[in-house]
């Protein structure tokens, strides 16, 4: 399968995506009823759009395309509300947060779509333990290479997104010790972590080709890579934030990486610094994980410490 032409965008447009939990209003453990939600959500006009994701107590909600985060937040009140009243004639209530706290994953159901299907069969269990809620932020790139480059250099701040985002502390009734946990989750995944360095999108079209070409990928889904590009939408897809808490959290949260993606967008010259992708420090991901906010950040670069900017 080729890779798809990269869309054009407005640069620096803005989308969010929240993946939310469904939990039944008795004991609070998540509740199969996505099916229920999806059929009475469908019935609302609403921007953006709803959809199942992989097991059937969990949903995807998202924003249309957004050019600021009170936007984004205006969109969202409108989705959320919207929830809250089909929830209610569900008897269930919709929540965020990172992890659910004590759900256990061989309880859970994969909904029947054939993507999730396959992603069952492919990875067995570990797509029942995908039952993780993240928040991803799109930023819309004029062309294909700018969002390469963009890529890049959104990628030094990866640490920083876990951090400020971290809202997933228990897992299966245990206190991991993690501020966000959901992650360790996602890197269980052979095609999760940082997407492979190409400035052109030449240069990622041949890398592409090769992994469709031994099997390893069928299309871009395939890859669970901290950021990664979309050329369906025209944009870059950062994947690393837990859904917070309140929709107000995850605008803000989007409008943080507007804010980020400003300089490298309005520039189109501008390249990842010293001419390449950061160094691939083990050590810069799992404390950001493990201490949020609170954590000092390694610039791999400086050989110092720094707080969060």
Same mark, same amino acid.
């Given at each position: 399968m080729a890779l798809?032409?990269?869309?054009?965008?407005?640069?620096?447009?803005?989308?969010?995506?929240?993946?939310?939990?469904?939990?039944?209003?008795?004991?609070?453990?998540?509740?199969?009823?996505?099916?229920?939600?999806?059929?009475?959500?469908?019935?609302?006009?609403?921007?953006?759009?709803?959809?199942?994701?992989?097991? @059937?107590?969990? /949903?995807?909600?998202?924003?249309?395309?957004?050019? !600021? %985060?009170?936007? +984004?937040?205006? &969109?969202? #009140?409108?989705?959320?509300?919207?929830?809250?009243?089909?929830?209610?004639?569900?008897?269930?209530?919709?929540?965020?947060?990172?992890?659910?706290?004590?759900?256990?994953?061989?309880?859970?159901?994969?909904?029947?779509?054939?993507?999730?299907?396959?992603?069952?069969?492919?990875?067995?269990?570990?797509?029942?333990?995908?039952?993780?809620?993240?928040?991803?932020?799109?930023?819309?790139?004029?062309?294909?290479?700018?969002?390469?480059?963009?890529?890049?250099?959104? @990628?030094?701040? /990866?640490?920083?997104?876990?951090?400020?985002?971290? !809202? %997933?502390?228990? +897992?299966?009734? &245990?206190? #991991?010790?993690?501020?966000?946990a959901r992650l360790n989750s996602v890197f269980a995944f052979p095609l999760s972590g940082r997407a492979p360095f190409a400035l052109t999108w030449d240069e990622f079209s041949s890398y592409f080709d090769k992994m469709t070409r031994t099997g390893v990928v069928k299309s871009m889904k395939d890859f669970y890579w901290d950021i990664r590009p979309k050329p369906e939408y025209g944009t870059i897809e950062i994947r690393v934030f837990d859904t917070p808490l309140t929709i107000g959290r995850a605008a803000a949260l989007a409008g943080r990486r507007h804010a980020r993606a400003r300089r490298p967008v309005r520039n189109a010259a501008c390249q990842p610094a010293g001419g390449g992708a950061a160094p691939r420090d083990p050590a810069r991901r799992p404390d950001p994980c493990a201490c949020g906010p609170g954590q000092r950040i390694h610039p791999a670069h400086a050989g110092r410490q720094g707080g969060l900017p």
């Open positions: 798809e032409p990269f869309s054009q965008s407005a640069a620096l447009s803005l989308g969010v995506e929240l993946e939310l939990q469904l939990v039944n209003t008795n004991d609070y453990d998540l509740a199969p009823y996505s099916d229920d939600m999806l059929r009475l959500m469908a019935k609302v006009p609403l921007p953006g759009s709803v959809v199942p994701e992989m097991t @059937s107590s969990m /949903i995807e909600i998202s924003t249309g395309v957004c050019h !600021s %985060s009170a936007e +984004v937040l205006g &969109q969202l #009140t409108q989705i959320r509300d919207a929830l809250v009243k089909s929830a209610d004639k569900l008897n269930i209530a919709v929540t965020g947060g990172g992890t659910h706290p004590f759900q256990m994953w061989h309880d859970q159901r994969i909904y029947d779509k054939p993507r999730f299907r396959e992603l069952s069969e492919l990875y067995g269990y570990l797509s029942k333990q995908f039952t993780i809620f993240g928040q991803h932020v799109h930023v819309g790139c004029p062309d294909a290479d700018t969002a390469l480059v963009l890529l890049h250099r959104m @990628s030094r701040y /990866i640490p920083h997104f876990i951090a400020l985002s971290a !809202s %997933s502390p228990f +897992v299966q009734a &245990q206190d #991991t010790a993690f501020d966000s």
